[in-house]
């Protein structure tokens, strides 16, 4: 069994989040972006939480939210790490990571090499970076579009932290992705759904044994 580490995210019920941390999930995402299907209330985050603490890593994932709305997660769900998945600056990040006192992962958008020059300006003050395929046009969602883009962009890539691979990743194709970006971890959210925003127990363990075993 590899090292690779694996984030699932998006989930929203109890049994779809007890088939993540069974599975051996290393992370678990939670949504908090009403226009996700994904997205979950502060009660419901604050069970799934309860669920998660001391068996995963606990990341809550917001767009361009407000300091107030930080501020409120990270008082009653107290997630390891908050993740950025909109057009959040570098210094909003650090004034985050200062103010909140968890880690840090930004989204970085992709579709050709130019787009990674974005990353090192996160990196500085990121404890790590999250690399997506760009939305399709016309798409409401940042992420959990199911969308791949070239994983050889990432290949030797010296960014000096931690990096994750997002977008389009299967249980047929994550070994492949592994090999090809050469990353050490791997999201997956759609990919994992029996329909849009519906985690599914068996996808879910399909996928984390595909990715454990590349």
């Given at each position: 069994m590899s090292d690779i580490q694996v984030k699932i995210c998006g989930l929203s019920t109890e049994a779809t989040m007890e088939a993540a941390l069974d599975a051996g999930a290393d992370m678990v995402g939670?949504?908090?972006?009403?226009?996700?299907?994904?997205?979950?209330?502060?009660?419901?985050?604050c069970k799934l939480a309860d669920m998660a603490r001391g068996r995963a890593e606990i990341v809550a994932v917001t767009v361009n939210m407000d300091l107030d709305g930080l501020s409120r997660i990270n008082e009653l769900v107290a997630p390891d790490t908050f993740q950025f998945h909109g057009s959040e600056t570098p210094e909003a990040c650090a004034?985050?990571?200062v103010m909140q006192g968890t880690k840090i992962m930004k989204a970085v958008a992709v579709s050709e090499k130019a787009d990674l020059e974005?990353?090192?300006y996160y990196a500085i003050v990121a404890d790590r970076i999250l690399f997506d395929a760009k939305p399709p046009e016309g798409s409401d969602l940042?992420?959990?579009?199911?969308?791949?883009?070239?994983?050889t962009l990432l290949k030797d890539l010296d960014l000096k932290k931690p990096y994750m691979?997002?977008?389009?990743l299967t249980a047929a194709n994550v070994a492949e992705a592994i090999r090809l970006s050469g990353a050490r971890a791997i999201d997956a959210s759609s990919a994992v759904e029996r329909e849009r925003g519906v985690k599914d127990n068996d996808l879910i363990r399909a996928f984390i044994a595909a990715a454990k075993n590349a």
């Open positions: 939670l949504m908090f972006y009403p226009k996700s299907p994904r997205h979950v209330s502060l009660t419901q985050a004034a985050v990571k974005e990353a090192q940042p992420g959990g579009n199911g969308v791949a883009f070239d994983w691979l997002s977008g389009g």
